[in-house]
């Protein structure tokens, strides 16, 4: 255990190493802050000798100063003690949520379906903000306390080695009691911070889903659900409350059998004549002022096995492999894209989703994919990008593995718009710029004549310029595909994927996108994926797939006469 917790001190100083100054800083501070508490043990052996029993008042006249000189000097070096490691501490914590933060937007898209947006959301908000506050305030207990404690032990055994060492007997008791109560403020810290995570992940399903939640009157049963969870989490923070002053209580208790042990002792020294009643209470001042840092550092340790369990779940994701590229440069294709022998299951599936597919996409031309639900056309096209890589075979581009392109040069020539489209809370002008933050105002407008978006984006309340909140909400769904398109041909892609782009949508929204498309897919590789057939008809190949495999490929008319499958969708959605 000890050692555990020596192991994630380690990782945590590793992190504070960069304002080493600061902590540095935060160490003297601390220092000249416990010499004060040293200063005033040491005073009480020549204030009883030599005030109270050689009746010397010229100490008494000094008394005053000194207890002024140590008291000020204590305050004010708290209180840069406390300034330095929280700044130390803040900065740690930012630096620990960008890490985390990168690390996350480089996990592969398996993480986020296994794991879910509200839990990965909990540890860079819920974890490190519990870790944060531990940190500056725990370790400004050890640093001050821990030097108290040190100074405090040196005053008491210079003034009797006998009396302190008897009085210290209780420490291993502590000891072991405060190291078993942190093991279980650190278990249930674990379990609150995951039931929090459950808790953040239920509220981002709720308010995603809040049209369902309420058109099926299911507020109630949703509300239930929440207050059990929440009724959970509170019950773990209880848990962690009780041992937590648990450890508190328990030096209270030692530090009364110490206190006792040292005046039965004291008393019997001093009737000897083996000790002055000034270096007695000399004693008994240090020891019962050591007790109170020994106190607090017990509590503290506590709060660190609250911080290593946070810290624990942060490891959890800082540890995952994140997506990786090969070192060649991907230029646009100049032949095909190939599938060769492609089959894929998902993480933890035990169904495949695509099996065996042989498909040659050819530059320049549009290729779509056809076939019911659940064919596996949007599983074949996430590959294409490397969202996913195949479970067996390989994708060739002009005869090169996708897997030995680098990531960013490879997706900086794809274009992707899809049925669920993402806007972004920023302007009109940032949101079609996304993939090409640098691009001109010019350019942008240029881009979104192109998409049949410029009249209504110039009917906006402050034009390019409006914000357009989080997800959109303000438009229609013609209006955000449209957004999508423009943003596509401002990124100029050499590979363009179209994933159901004009399903759902009125007439007119569908034929203004139709003819934004026609625009964007001219001399670009495209890949089309529809369940309305009357879109792919012109497609220069279609390709058609039932059940994860590829059933059958040909032009439009062709699969009409040789392909069952195919002439049943057609024939339904002409109906």
Same mark, same amino acid.
């Given at each position: 255990?000890?050692?555990?917790?020596?192991?994630?001190?380690?990782?945590?100083?590793?992190?504070?190493?960069?304002?080493?100054?600061?902590?540095?800083?935060?160490?003297?501070?601390?220092?000249?802050?416990?010499?004060?508490?040293?200063?005033?043990?040491?005073?009480?052996?020549?204030?009883?000798?030599?005030?109270?029993?050689?009746?010397?008042?010229?100490?008494?006249?000094?008394?005053?100063?000194?207890?002024?000189?140590?008291?000020?000097?204590?305050?004010?070096?708290?209180?840069?003690?406390?300034?330095?490691?929280?700044?130390?501490?803040?900065?740690?914590?930012?630096?620990?949520?960008?890490?985390?933060?990168?690390?996350?937007?480089?996990?592969?898209?398996?993480?986020?379906?296994?794991?879910?947006?509200?839990?990965?959301?909990?540890?860079?908000?819920?974890?490190?903000?519990?870790?944060?506050?531990?940190?500056?305030?725990?370790?400004?207990?050890? &640093?001050? =306390?821990? /030097?108290?404690? @040190?100074?405090?032990?040196? *005053?008491?055994?210079?003034? $009797?080695?006998? #009396?302190? %060492?008897?009085?210290?007997?209780?420490?291993?008791?502590?000891?072991?009691?405060?190291?078993?109560?942190?093991?279980?403020?650190?278990?249930?810290?674990?379990?609150?911070?995951?039931?929090?995570?459950?808790?953040?992940?239920? &509220?981002? =399903?709720? /308010?995603?889903? @809040?049209?369902?939640?309420? *058109?099926?009157?299911?507020? $109630?049963?949703? #509300?239930? %659900?929440?207050?059990?969870?929440?009724?959970?989490?509170?019950?773990?923070?209880?848990?962690?409350?009780?041992?937590?002053?648990?450890?508190?209580?328990?030096?209270?208790?030692?530090?009364?059998?110490?206190?006792?042990?040292?005046?039965?002792?004291?008393?019997?020294?001093?009737?000897?004549?083996?000790?002055?009643?000034?270096?007695?209470?000399?004693?008994?001042?240090?020891?019962?002022?050591?007790?109170?840092?020994?106190?607090?550092?017990?509590?503290?340790?506590?709060?660190?096995?609250?911080?290593?369990?946070?810290?624990?779940?942060?490891?959890?994701?800082?540890?995952?492999?994140?997506?990786?590229?090969?070192?060649?440069?991907?230029?646009?294709?100049?032949?095909?894209?190939?599938?060769?022998?492609?089959?894929?299951?998902?993480?933890?599936?035990?169904?495949?989703?695509?099996?065996?597919?042989?498909?040659?996409?050819?530059?320049?031309?549009?290729?779509?994919?056809?076939?019911?639900?659940?064919?596996?056309?949007?599983?074949?096209?996430?590959?294409?990008?490397?969202?996913?890589?195949?479970?067996?075979?390989?994708?060739?581009?002009?005869?090169?593995?996708?897997?030995?392109?680098?990531?960013?040069?490879?997706?900086?020539?794809?274009?992707?718009?899809?049925?669920?489209?993402?806007?972004?809370?920023?302007?009109?002008?940032?949101?079609?710029?996304?993939?090409?933050?640098?691009?001109?105002?010019?350019?942008?407008?240029?881009?979104?004549?192109?998409?049949?978006?410029?009249?209504?984006?110039?009917?906006?309340?402050?034009?390019?310029?409006?914000?357009?909140?989080?997800?959109?909400?303000?438009?229609?769904?013609?209006?955000?595909?449209?957004?999508?398109?423009?943003?596509?041909?401002?990124?100029?892609?050499?590979?363009?994927?179209?994933?159901?782009?004009?399903?759902?949508?009125?007439?007119?929204?569908?034929?203004?996108?139709?003819?934004?498309?026609?625009?964007?897919?001219?001399?670009?590789?495209?890949?089309?994926?529809?369940?309305?057939?009357?879109?792919?008809?012109?497609?220069?190949?279609?390709?058609?797939?039932?059940?994860?495999?590829?059933?059958?490929?040909?032009?439009?008319?062709?699969?009409?006469?040789?392909?069952?499958?195919?002439?049943?969708?057609?024939?339904?959605?002409?109906?």
């Amino acid at each position: 255990m000890a050692s555990s917790q020596s192991s994630f001190i380690f990782k945590v100083f590793r992190f504070l190493k960069p304002y080493w100054h600061y902590v540095a800083l935060a160490l003297l501070f601390s220092f000249l802050a416990s010499l004060t508490s040293g200063g005033i043990a040491w005073m009480v052996k020549p204030v009883m000798d030599e005030v109270f029993i050689a009746k010397n008042y010229l100490y008494l006249k000094l008394l005053p100063l000194g207890v002024l000189f140590f008291f000020g000097l204590r305050g004010v070096a708290s209180l840069l003690q406390a300034y330095f490691m929280r700044a130390a501490a803040l900065r740690m914590i930012n630096d620990l949520r960008v890490e985390l933060y990168r690390k996350l937007i480089h996990l592969s898209l398996s993480h986020f379906e296994r794991e879910g947006t509200g839990r990965n959301l909990s540890r860079i908000l819920n974890d490190t903000l519990v870790i944060e506050p531990i940190l500056s305030t725990v370790f400004q207990v050890f &640093l001050l =306390e821990g /030097f108290n404690a @040190l100074i405090l032990l040196a *005053v008491a055994l210079s003034r $009797s080695l006998k #009396l302190t %060492l008897v009085s210290l007997l209780i420490l291993p008791a502590i000891a072991y009691g405060g190291q078993h109560l942190s093991s279980r403020v650190r278990r249930h810290r674990r379990r609150a911070q995951r039931t929090i995570g459950e808790l953040t992940h239920r &509220l981002a =399903e709720t /308010f995603t889903g @809040l049209r369902e939640v309420k *058109v099926y009157g299911r507020e $109630s049963g949703i #509300l239930r %659900l929440f207050r059990k969870e929440i009724d959970r989490y509170a019950h773990f923070l209880l848990k962690i409350t009780k041992y937590r002053e648990g450890s508190k209580s328990l030096v209270d208790v030692m530090t009364g059998i110490g206190g006792a042990m040292i005046i039965a002792l004291g008393g019997l020294l001093i009737a000897r004549g083996e000790l002055t009643p000034g270096a007695f209470f000399s004693v008994l001042t240090a020891i019962l002022m050591l007790f109170t840092p020994i106190r607090k550092m017990a509590r503290a340790y506590t709060g660190i096995s609250d911080a290593r369990a946070a810290w624990e779940r942060l490891e959890e994701v800082l540890i995952l492999p994140e997506e990786k590229g090969g070192s060649k440069k991907a230029r646009p294709p100049r032949e095909s894209l190939l599938f060769e022998g492609v089959s894929f299951r998902y993480p933890g599936a035990e169904e495949w989703a695509l099996r065996d597919i042989e498909l040659e996409i050819p530059v320049g031309r549009v290729t779509a994919l056809v076939g019911p639900s659940g064919a596996g056309k949007s599983t074949l096209a996430a590959l294409i990008p490397r969202f996913y890589d195949p479970t067996e075979g390989r994708i060739l581009w002009d005869g090169t593995d996708l897997r030995e392109f680098e990531l960013e040069s490879l997706r900086s020539h794809i274009g992707l718009v899809s049925q669920e489209i993402v806007i972004f809370n920023a302007t009109v002008a940032e949101n079609i710029a996304f993939g090409d933050p640098g691009a001109s105002r010019e350019a942008i407008e240029e881009a979104a004549r192109l998409a049949n978006a410029h009249e209504f984006i110039e009917r906006l309340p402050q034009g390019y310029d409006t914000m357009l909140g989080e997800g959109g909400v303000s438009l229609s769904g013609g209006q955000k595909q449209r957004l999508a398109i423009a943003r596509a041909i401002l990124r100029n892609p050499a590979i363009l994927i179209l994933d159901e782009a004009t399903s759902q949508l009125d007439p007119l929204s569908e034929r203004l996108i139709q003819e934004a498309l026609s625009r964007l897919m001219v001399g670009r590789t495209t890949l089309v994926i529809a369940h309305r057939l009357s879109t792919v008809t012109e497609a220069d190949k279609i390709a058609v797939l039932e059940g994860g495999r590829k059933i059958a490929e040909g032009r439009h008319q062709e699969l009409l006469e040789t392909c069952d499958l195919y002439r049943r969708l057609y024939q339904l959605f002409q109906a």
